[in-house]
C-alpha cells in the first residue's frame, strides 16, 4: 500500500491526460462499473435551478402529469399540514428523506460516484506507474471484467478504498469537486449535475416551502455527495446521510485533520438506511422517496410507515427508456413492497410530464 | 446474556423500589460510579428557562463578569457577524460545538449518564434477582470498587452495553426519560435537568440570535442526549453528537426498529469528538466550548483552531468548590494546550456571577 499512499499524497494538478483516456474506457467498460457499483451497494438523478418560493396558487408540481400519484402527495403535504386537522403533524417532526442516485439523479449506466473511483484509479496510475501492474488496478485500467467478476466484491471494495481513502477530508472533498465539475455522463453527455430529475427537484422545493426538512439519505458515501447536495438541490451538509468510512483524527503538517482510513465503517442502504436515519436525524421520516433497482430503499420506507401518525412513502419506477432508463428488478421486491405496505408507486413514464428541466446549466460549473 | 435479555424485556412499569434502594446506594458508593465514569471516558451541566430574544442594548451574558472572557466571547461574535468586516463569517459557517459533561451541565460527583447505567442496574436485578449473584452486577448492586478497580474497564463496559443495549430505540428513549424526570444529583440535591450553568444557557441564546447553530458534542451516548438536550437547551435532537452504539434495522412483532446491540461503535471523545463533528456537521466549528477535566475537548479545538478563517475556543476550568465543583487534570493537558494554542479560560470563580439560574424548575417534569 505505501507506493499507493504516496502516489495518492503525490497526486495533484493537471489530470487531463488520465481524464481522456479514461473517459474513453469507462464508455468501453461500462459494464465492469456496473459490478463495481454493485459491489458498493447503489441503487439513480441531475443538477438544478434553485427551487423559488412560490405561491399557493401556482402548481407546486408542474412536471407531474396530473394523476393519483401527484394528487397523492398533494393530499398528503396538504394534510400532514392542516393545523387543527386530524392529520397534523408539527414542523420539528415534518422529515422527509430521500435516496439519491435513482432518485434524485440518474443512476445509469452506473453511479456516479462509481466513475469517481474509476478516474482517480486513471488518476492515480498516471502518477504511478507501477498500477499498471498491479490488481485490482491493472484490471481496472484494461476494463478486465472477468477479473473482476472472479475476485467477487473485495477487488471492487479494495479500488474503492484505494481511491477514496488515505488523505484527510479536506483533500477529498477537493478531488471529488475536480471530478464532479469536470466528467460526464457518457450516455447522455452531459455533467451529472446537469441530469437531475426535474419532477424531484420540484418536489424538493414544495416540501421545503410546507417546513419540511428534506435529507438526503444514499448508499453512496456522505463525503461524496456533500460535495454536490449543496449546490444542485440546495440540502446543506449537515442534512446529508450516507455510507461511511472509518476516520480518525489526526495531526499532519502540524494541523489537525481528520483522516479517510481504508475501512468501510458503515453501508448506508437496506437495513443501514433506518440505522442512518437514526444516527444523523432521531425520528422516523414521515415522507420517504426510493426507487426500483436493488430493494435498497425498502427498509428506509418500512421505517418510516412504522412511525404512529401519518406518512407517504414514494417508489421511483424506472420505465422510461425513450427519455431515461428503464430498468426492473429481478425478484420485483420493491414493486412488491409497494404493494404490500401501500407505498405509492411514481411511473416515469405515466408520472413525470418532464424528466430534465429545461435550464440544465449547472450552478456549481 | 438470555437472563438479562428477558430481564430487560419483561422491565416496564414501577420502579420506584429499586429507585430507592439504589439512591442510597448511589449516595454511599459515588466513588464506584466515578470510576464507571472514568471508563466510558466521559468529561458537568442544569435545565433551563427557553432563551428569549433580546434586543442589542441588553447584556447578552448577564451572568458573566465583565472581564477578558466575556469581552472575547462578545468582540468575536460581534466580528464574524459585521457584515463587510474582515472577520464576516457567512451563516451557514456560524456553527458551535459544545461539550455537554461539565460544560453545559454538571458533571459531578459522576455524570448523569453514569447514574442512569447504575439505576438501571437496581431496576433489572428487582426483575431477575439472579443478578445479584453475577457480576459484574454484584459488584455494581453492592458497590463492591474493589472489584472494579481489579477488572478494569471491561467489566465497566459490560455494565453499560447490559443496561443501555438489547433493546430498540424507542424504548430506550423511554427508559431515558424515565430516569432523567425522577433522579435528583446526590450533591445538590436536585433533579439533574435543574442544574445546568446559566452563563452557558444564556452563551447558547446569544450565539443562536447570532444566527450560530449550537450543536452539541458530547462524551455522553448521543441517544441519552436526545431525552434531554431539547427541552433543556433548545438543541434539536439532529444537532447533538455523542458516543454511538451498533445498531441495526429488525422487524420486532411485525414492525422495523432501529435495535441497540451490544457494541460500542465510537466514543466521542479526545480525537473522536473531530470524527463526530466531520461526521455529523461536515464543517469546522468556528466556536467550541468544553471543560477541564480529562483532557477530553483538546482536540476538538484544536480541529476548530485548525480551520481557515476567524474561529473561538473557550475551556470552562472548575474552580469553584464554593459554588460547585473543584477539580483539576493531574498533567493540566486542557490548559496547557489553551496556553499553546490560545483557547479562551473561563474560571467558574471569576468568570460567572452566578452559576445556576434563579428559576430551576425543569420543562420536561
Redesign the interface.
Known sequence: MKNLHNSISAFGGSHEFANKRSKALINKYAISIFLLATALGYSAGRPVLSPRAQTGRVDPLPSWNDGATKRGIIDFVTRVTREGGPDFVPV?DRIATLDNDGTLWVEKPAPVEAYFVFARVHELAARDPSLKDRQPFKAALEGDMAYFREAGKKAFLDLFTATETGMD?ERFAAEARQFIEKWRNPKLDRLFTEIVYQPMIELLAYLRRNSF?TWICSGGT??FV?VFAPQIYGI???Q?IGS?LK???RTEGG????WRLPEI?TIND??????GI??????RPIFVAGNVLSGGDI?MM??S??RKGPSFQLLINHDDAAREFAYAEKDNASLNAAKKYGFTVANIKSDWKTVFGPGQASSIK
Open positions: 420539528a477530508q426538512q456522505i463525503d456533500r446543506p451538509i449537515d446529508i461511511e476516520l480518525e483524527s494541523r489537525l485533520v481528520v465503517e437496506k437495513g443501514g438506511k433506518p440505522v437514526d444516527r444523523h436525524i432521531g425520528k427498509a418500512e421505517y410507515k412504522g
